[in-house]
T-cell receptor
Framework: DAGVTQSPTHLIKTRGQQVTLRCSPKSGHDTVSWYQQALGQGPQFIFQYYEEEERQRGNFPDRFSGHQFPNYSSELNVNALLLGDSALYLC????????????????FGEGSWLTVV | AQKVTQAQTEISVVEKEDVTLDCVYETRDTTYYLFWYKQPPSGELVFLIRRNSFDEQNEISGRYSWNFQKSTSSFNFTITASQVVDSAVYFCALRSGSARQLTFGSGTQLTVLP
């Protein structure tokens, strides 16, 4: 049973560039959320996708956008990169119906380390 | 608004000592879920436990135990007989009511010395 997989693992970009990060959810899961974790801090919610639509968004600018594909995989795009975008980007996977029940668990991938120089 | 506070930024213990990581949460919702995750240097958040607001029964899993007290809005995590492999950053998180996201604390860096 494959867990949450993310790519790339590490990448370095130049200020002003654009980046795309990818995530495949855990088998059987249909909901993908993205989090940004700056060094020494807890993860911060960016947005969540379900049924190929953005369902909820955290306090992040429009430079952060995403997409979910019919196979439930997802992409996170960040435009006009700033130095402050350097962080670990984590993808979280869950089952939508389970969010309304007690039995749901949210699983995370290993993350993509983004460095903006 | 939801908030999770992990007041302990760093804890250092010697192997085989017991250690408790504190977590205090704030929410106005009556239905909520609390989580603990472990984050080794590789970055992956490893799920440890989920607790529902309507189930205050404490839980033990091997060397790990969790003490959930709604009266003090706390969900503390104890590692018994700590091992070097327990060294990591531990996060407490809250998902409250109909919110779709997790709200994390700032984490506690646990170092277990041999």
């Amino acid at each position: 049973d494959a867990g949450v997989t993310q790519s790339p693992t590490h990448l370095i970009k130049t200020r002003g560039q654009q980046v795309t990060l990818r995530c495949s959810p855990k088998s059987g899961h249909d909901t993908v959320s993205w989090y940004q974790q700056a060094l020494g801090q807890g993860p911060q919610f960016i947005f969540q996708y379900y049924e190929e639509e953005e369902r909820q968004r955290g306090n992040f600018p429009d430079r952060f956008s995403g997409h979910q594909f019919p196979n439930y995989s997802s992409e996170l795009n960040v435009n006009a990169l700033l130095l402050g975008d350097s962080a670990l980007y984590l993808c979280a996977s869950s089952l939508r119906t389970g969010l309304r029940r007690s039995g749901n668990t949210i699983y995370f991938g290993e993350g993509s380390w983004l460095t903006v120089v | 608004a939801q908030k999770v506070t992990q007041a302990q930024t760093e804890i250092s213990v010697v192997e085989k000592e017991d250690v408790t990581l504190d977590c205090v949460y704030e929410t106005r919702d009556t239905t909520y879920y609390l989580f603990w995750y472990k984050q080794p240097p590789s970055g992956e958040l490893v799920f440890l436990i989920r607790r529902n607001s309507f189930d205050e029964q404490n839980e033990i899993s091997g060397r790990y135990s969790w003490n959930f007290q709604k009266s003090t809005s706390s969900f503390n995590f104890t590692i018994t007989a700590s091992q070097v492999v327990d060294s990591a950053v531990y996060f407490c998180a809250l998902r409250s009511g109909s919110a779709r996201q997790l709200t994390f604390g700032s984490g506690t860096q646990l170092t277990v010395l041999p």
